[in-house]
């Protein structure tokens, strides 16, 4: 079983500037990918960023190029920068790890990290 942690989460106020990490229980390179999904409360999880172990970056557009996702193989985290934060970012942040591809794909998740941002 792959385990991830997750950290870094807060209150910020609009415009503010906040960094997630994610540490997952296995190196790295056995892992094809790292990412992220928000979930506000009565809404479905919406997807983030992500991030494989090539180091290729997928954002969404609903980040409007706010976000910056990053890695460090030798200390196996990642680290998502979010930056000019608003209101509607505000949700619990969960971090996942991808092992394989489409047919054969795996998912682990981590328990969440909470953002609030609001004025």
């Known amino acids: 079983q792959v385990q991830l942690v997750e950290s870094g989460g807060g209150f910020r106020q609009p415009g503010e500037s906040l960094t997630l990490s994610c540490v997952p229980s296995?190196?790295?390179?056995?892992?094809?990918?790292v990412g992220w999904y928000r979930e506000a409360p009565g809404k479905p999880r919406e997807f983030v960023a992500e991030i494989t172990d090539r180091g290729r970056t997928n954002y969404s557009d609903a980040v409007d190029y706010r976000f910056t996702f990053s890695r460090d193989p030798n200390k196996n985290a990642v680290w998502l920068q979010l930056n000019k934060l608003k209101p509607e970012d505000t949700g619990v942040y969960y971090c996942?790890?991808?092992?394989?591809?489409?047919?054969?794909?795996?998912?682990?998740w981590g328990q969440g990290t909470q953002v609030t941002v609001s004025s």
């Open positions: 996942y790890a991808r092992l394989g591809t489409t047919g054969s794909e795996r998912r682990y």
């Open positions: 296995i190196s790295f390179w056995r892992i094809d990918a």
